[in-house]
């Protein structure tokens, strides 16, 4: 059993690789896609990102959320998401529900990474037409999406 669930949203990948190199930062991280995971139960502490898509999170993140918050009051919570495109990349406010779900839990409002929208990565018409224009690019920051990584390895291993 590992300690650690890292869970993503995802519908064009991006937010996948960024939930897979935050893995990467500890042995004892389990990855899964959230809409494959039954219950929290197993794992000290969860790690949860989504897309956003016309200021919303996936479905399946929201779920794992509201399914698990009694679990989650007794484990660390981190929240990320991944969607600003173009040279200057801010925090991105969570939906309501995930900011009222995180308050209860005393979680830290989610972390904003850069996304990524590429012809070569784009699905759906409206994201093709996306990947056209001036917002097309990929702006994560691997750098950073390690540092955020590491500081919450730092604060599990205070916690212990
Ligand atoms: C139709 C559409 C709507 C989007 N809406 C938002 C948004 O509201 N806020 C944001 O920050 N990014 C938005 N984005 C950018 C995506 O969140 C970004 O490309 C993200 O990295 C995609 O993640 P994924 O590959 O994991 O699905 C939007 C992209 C598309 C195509």
């Not at 990102?49 to 479905?59: F, H, M």
């Amino acid at each position: 059993m590992t300690e650690i669930l890292v869970a993503y949203a995802t519908k064009m990948g991006a937010t996948k690789e960024i939930a897979t190199r935050i893995r990467s930062a500890s042995h004892e991280v389990t990855l899964q896609d959230a809409a494959d995971v039954k219950t929290v139960q197993p794992y000290k502490a969860v790690v949860l990102g989504s897309a956003l898509y016309a200021g919303r999170w996936r479905k399946e993140a929201v779920r794992l959320l509201t399914r698990n918050e009694k679990l989650l009051h007794s484990r660390p919570l981190w929240l990320f998401h991944s969607g600003p495109l173009g040279s200057e990349i801010t925090p991105q406010p969570a939906p309501r529900k995930v900011r009222e779900i995180a308050a209860r839990l005393g979680a830290e409002e989610p972390f904003t990474f850069g996304g990524r929208l590429t012809r070569e990565t784009a699905t759906g018409f409206i994201a093709r037409k996306m990947a056209q224009g001036p917002m097309a690019g990929d702006f994560r920051d691997w750098e950073e999406i390690d540092r955020w990584a590491y500081t919450i390895g730092q604060r599990l291993v205070a916690a212990r």
